[in-house]
Structures are given as structure tokens and as C-alpha cells.
């Protein structure tokens, strides 16, 4: 059987696309177990995770904590608030004594791009990246490309255009590395003062224009707008925004052709995309989240037992 290439999951950038194959492959067979009436295998049976949530989640923190006792993992959860990482405790200092209580991995999310890294770099663990900063959301962009590939056969060849915050976005980095190596097309729309200013050298399109952007693509990836990653003002209004680059049926009415839609969550209902697309039939939006579940079953098997013979 394949082994991944690398020893954590920082991001996306650092694999090799046999090792996202392997991911993907392996995911299947996750969601297959995850269809039976019994949910568990005891994969990860002798196994401790712990979750370390240094900013806010929803869909990442309880898809982990789900993917871990599917697996039959032991899990424990730690969030900043109310740890002692309030009364000056260091990350290195926090997640040494986390490991001392025999923890055989360790899940974070931080505000700080480069935390996971630096955590890897230091510590003696197995590190997987839930998001760091504006950095890398590593599982997220597996999943998007699994949910794109089970919607379309494959991400090969396909179109696939994100749009919005790209600048301060964490899902659009690993989205951009991760479908580049899968083999699609990918390219990004937004105010121009919210794409980073050397976006192409990664290879992708740049589209300013949203309706010219829409009539290229099959597959929009709708992002928030990051306002707790903004520390100016980067347009006039979310009305504004939501006039030049909102996606709503009146927009997509003028298109002659159907396209699947994304979203990484959490949605900002009116802003980026209107209720009745993120609800409509050609959304995808829970389906990523679904498949998030076995994503990460399988990012933690695979590193988990990477070792085994
Ligand atoms: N998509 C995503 O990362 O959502 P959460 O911030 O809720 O985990």
C-alpha cells in the first residue's frame, strides 16, 4: 500500500500529487464506511488526538473530533478561552504538556500563518493544519477537490474559478495548489485590491470582471470576506460588494449553461452568494461538508500509520 510522502499535513504545497491521489482514494473508501448503518472501524483504536482550536470553528473543529471517533481514536479538545495559554503560556510550552499526557497527534488551528510549521519544527508529534491565518487550510481544499471530483468525474481539465477575499484567504491558497496539481484551470475574481498582487506566478487566471468570470468556469468557489483577517477598509459597502460580486439567480440566469457551487462555510447570506443559490440544487455547499468527515478520516489514517509495515 502507498505511504504519504510527508510526515504531517502542514498544507497543500508540500505534497506531491500521488500523495493527494492517495488522500482522495483513501477518502472513498472512508465514505463508504461512513454509508453503513455501523459508522466506525477501529482503525485508530490505540490511538490519542488532541484538538487544539486557537480561533474560532464550526465545520472543522466537530468534523476532526467526528473523523477521530469514527476511527475509534481517543480525543480531547482544548480552545484558548479559558486555558492557561491566557496566563502567558507559550504554544511550545501549551502543546509539550498536551504531549506529556501521552497524545500520539495533534490538530490546530491558529490565527498565525505558520503556526503548524513552527509547531512541527518544535515539538516531537504528529502536526496536522486545521487553517493557519491567511496561510493554508489544507483539508479544506481536499475536500472541495473530492466533493468537485465526485460532482464532475473529475477535476482534470476542469474550470474552476474562485472568487471574493482571495487575499486574505487561507482556502484559496491550498484550493489553488491543490486543484493546480490535480490538473484543473483554475482562476480568481475579486476587487482587485483583495487578489495578491503576484497571484499568477501560481499559474492561475485573474478575472475582475465576475460575469465574464462565471461565463469561463464550471465550478464557482464562493468565499467570505475575511473581516477578522481586514485591518482597513477594502471596499465602500457590503451592498457594493455584493453588486459587482455577489452571486445570486439573477446573475446566473444570464448564463447559458449550469455550474456547480461552492462554498467553504460559514456563509454570509445576502453578501457573497443569495440564500436561494446556497440552498438550490446545483450547491454543493453540504456535500463538502460531508465529505469533510471522511477527508480527514483519512489524513489521520494515513499519517497515523505511515509508520506501519
Ligand atoms: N470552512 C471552515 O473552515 O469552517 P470553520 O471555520 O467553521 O471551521
Redesign the pocket.
Known amino acids: 500500500m502507498s505511504k504519504l510522502s510527508v510526515p504531517h499535513l502542514l498544507g497543500i504545497k508540500p505534497l506531491t500529487t500521488e500523495d493527494i491521489h492517495l488522500i482522495l482514494n483513501t477518502t472513498s473508501q472512508f465514505k463508504d464506511v461512513l454509508n453503513r448503518p455501523i459508522k466506525k472501524v477501529p482503525s485508530l483504536r490505540d490511538v490519542t488526538i488532541a484538538n487544539l482550536f486557537f480561533e ?6 466537530l468534523s476532526f473530533e467526528l473523523a477521530e471517533k469514527r476511527l475509534g481514536a481517543d480525543v480531547i479538545n482544548f480552545s484558548a478561552s479559558g486555558s492557561s495559554v491566557k496566563k502567558g503560556e507559550t504554544l511550545i510550552d501549551t502543546v509539550n504538556n498536551i504531549l506529556a499526557m501521552k497524545v500520539d497527534m495533534v490538530v490546530m488551528r491558529h490565527a498565525s500563518a505558520g503556526a503548524a510549521n513552527f509547531l512541527a519544527k518544535h515539538v516531537n508529534s504528529i502536526i496536522v493544519n486545521a ?1 493557519d491565518g491567511a496561510h493554508e ?1 489544507p483539508t ?1 481544499a481536499l475536500l472541495d477537490a473530492y466533493s468537485i471530483q465526485e460532482k464532475l468525474g473529475t477535476v482534470e481539465g476542469k474550470k474552476i474559478l474562485i472568487v471574493g477575499d482571495i487575499l486574505h484567504s487561507r ?1 484559496a491558497l491550498s484550493n489553488i495548489f491543490c486543484l493546480k496539481k490535480l490538473g484543473a484551470e483554475v482562476a480568481v475574481c475579486g476587487p482587485l485590491n483583495l487578489i495578491p498582487r503576484h497571484i499568477t506566478t501560481l499559474g492561475v487566471q485573474v478575472f475582475l470582471d465576475f460575469n465574464k468570470a462565471l461565463a469561463w468556469c464550471d465550478v464557482a468557489n464562493m468565499l467570505r470576506i475575511q473581516s477578522e483577517r481586514q485591518h482597513i477598509t477594502y471596499f465602500p459597502s457590503l451592498r457594493e460588494y455584493q453588486m459587482f460580486y455577489g452571486l445570486d439567480a439573477k446573475r446566473l440566469q444570464t448564463l447559458n449553461k449550469e455550474i456547480v457551487i461552492m462554498h ?3 456563509i454570509n447570506r445576502g453578501v457573497e452568494i443569495s440564500s436561494d443559490l446556497a440552498d438550490g440544487p446545483h450547491s454543493i455547499i453540504l456535500n463538502q461538508v460531508e465529505n469533510g468527515v471522511a477527508v480527514r478520516m483519512a489524513v489521520l489514517f494515513l499519517l497515523a500509520t505511515r509508520h506501519d509495515a
Open positions: 474560532n470553528s464550526t465545520r472543522t473543529k487553517g487550510h479544506q482556502v467553504p462555510g460559514p
